[in-house]
């Protein structure tokens, strides 16, 4: 069974850069089992796609993010990272990695100076 885990500061000041990393264990992200994704959710409201990458290294994002994310992986740790630049308190949220059903628990990330 696929189980990802993210990783990242819990706390990120006004413009800086916020990384999150994906643990994931029970799986390849080399083996073709669709896109590994990032998710986050706002307090209070639902989910958002924020963007992907696929087994053979692809990335997809949404236009609204699409200037500040970045998404890449390390295969030999088989983790993948979320970048996402000049952060604002609106990108306080709990943020995910996921693929198909899988999900981790999720890790609170606050915007605040």
């Known amino acids: 069974q696929v189980q990802l885990q993210e990783s990242g500061p819990g706390l990120v000041k006004p413009s800086q850069t916020l990384s999150l990393t994906c643990t994931v264990s029970?799986?390849?992200?080399?083996?073709?089992?669709?896109?590994w994704a990032w998710i986050r959710q706002h307090p209070g409201k639902g989910l958002e796609w924020m963007g992907a990458?696929?087994?053979?290294?692809?990335?997809y994002d949404i236009p609204s993010l699409k200037s500040r994310t970045s998404i890449s992986r390390d295969t030999s740790r088989n983790q993948f990272t979320l970048q996402l630049s000049s952060v604002t308190p609106e990108d306080t949220a709990v943020y995910y990695c996921?693929?198909?059903?899988?999900w981790g628990k999720g890790t609170p990330v606050n915007v605040s100076s």
């Open positions: 990458i696929d087994y053979s290294g692809n990335t």
């Open positions: 996921n693929i198909l059903q899988y």
């Open positions: 029970g799986g390849s992200i080399t083996a073709d089992y669709h896109y």
